[in-house]
């Protein structure tokens, strides 16, 4: 089963560009990888999907090598507001849905 | 996209009740998910429950346990039987909307519980 790690916690400043990967060696041929966000007691929020290569939407942009084995959570000028959980998961209609550990981001003035 | 809703937001249950978690979708949706979310811990897929199927559980849950209600296309139920303290949890239910191979999830707010 494809299993996805993380960073377990990263620190950052306002303004700052924020960078998080996820590894995932074994990934499957028909795995997604989707990027949520998770406040406090709120649900996961989608934030962004790859297959490869770069995909950049209003919020983040998400970058896949070509090996896939592993891709980036770009979130340009972080703000007090992006503190959050993030979870890095793979999901294909073939595959078990795991989500890893996350990485708690924490942003500073 | 899709908007979730979950009822209760939250409970405290005495050990040995049960409780039925309510998840309604504003569209129709194939395919529904059941987490759990331990305090401090990342989320845990319980079951994945398709309409006009009985459940399909993850290593670790049974059905005596979590039994799985989908009725239609829009609704389902989780139910924590027998409860015991270390039931106490955040359960959370998503969807797949999507018809395509890449299937975003959406979540629900999540039902906060507590066993005594």
């Known amino acids: 089963l494809a299993k996805t790690t993380q960073p377990i916690s990263m620190d950052s400043y306002e303004g700052q560009e924020v960078n998080i990967t996820c590894s995932h060696n074994?990934?499957?041929?028909?795995?997604?990888i989707t990027w949520y966000q998770q406040f406090p007691s709120q649900g996961p929020r989608f934030i962004i999907q790859g297959y490869k290569t770069k995909v950049t939407n209003e919020v983040a942009s998400l970058f896949i090598p070509a090996d896939r084995k592993s891709s980036t959570l770009s979130l340009p000028r972080v703000s007090l507001s992006d503190t959050a959980v993030y979870y890095c998961?793979?999901?294909?209609?073939?595959?078990?849905?795991?989500f890893g550990s996350g990485t708690r981001l924490s942003i500073r003035p | 996209s899709a908007v979730i809703s979950q009822k209760p937001s939250r409970d405290i249950c005495q050990r040995g009740t049960s409780l039925t978690i309510q998840c309604q979708v504003d569209?129709?949706?194939?395919?529904m998910f059941w987490y759990r979310q331990q305090p401090g811990q990342s989320l845990t897929l319980i079951a994945t429950a398709n309409q006009g199927s009985e459940a399909t559980y993850e290593s670790g849950f049974v059905i005596d346990k979590f039994p799985i209600s989908r009725p239609n296309l829009t609704f389902s139920t989780l139910t924590v039987s027998n409860m015991s303290p270390e039931d106490s949890s955040i359960y959370l239910c998503s969807v797949t909307p999507g018809q395509g191979v890449e299937k975003t999830q959406y979540f629900g707010p999540g039902t906060r519980l507590l066993v005594l």
């Open positions: 074994n990934i499957a041929t028909n795995d997604y």
């Open positions: 998961l793979l999901y294909s209609s073939a595959s078990k849905i795991i």
């Open positions: 569209s129709q949706v194939t395919m």
